[in-house]
């Protein structure tokens, strides 16, 4: 039985999961926010935005839920890593819009 983690030439080498979330988190405290602001506020304004538009109220953590369902539409379509990963980070965003 292999464990999550491979010790290899002195290397640590991840899981496919382990790496997309690892990635996933790295893009979220990094580029991302750098692009678009901080999440809470980011996805506040997108909420709003959503609100207006359907006429019903959408909080910051639907707005989260939602991308991610739109990264998983994507992936029935066509399964890459890059919505993966960006479907994760969502999650953990909405996760952490809440709080």
Partial sequence: MESM?????????????????????MIVDGARQSEYGKPKESFEKLAALWSAYL?????AHDACVMMSLLKV??????PNEDSSMDGAAYLALASQVSS
Avoid: P
Wanted: proline share 0%; glycine share 4%.
């Fill in 5 to 25: 983690y491979q010790i290899i030439f002195g290397e640590v080498k991840m899981a496919k999961a382990s790496k997309l979330l690892n990635d996933a988190a």
């Fill in 55 to 59: 006429n019903t109220n959408i909080s």
């Fill in 73 to 78: 539409s994507r992936l029935a379509y066509k």
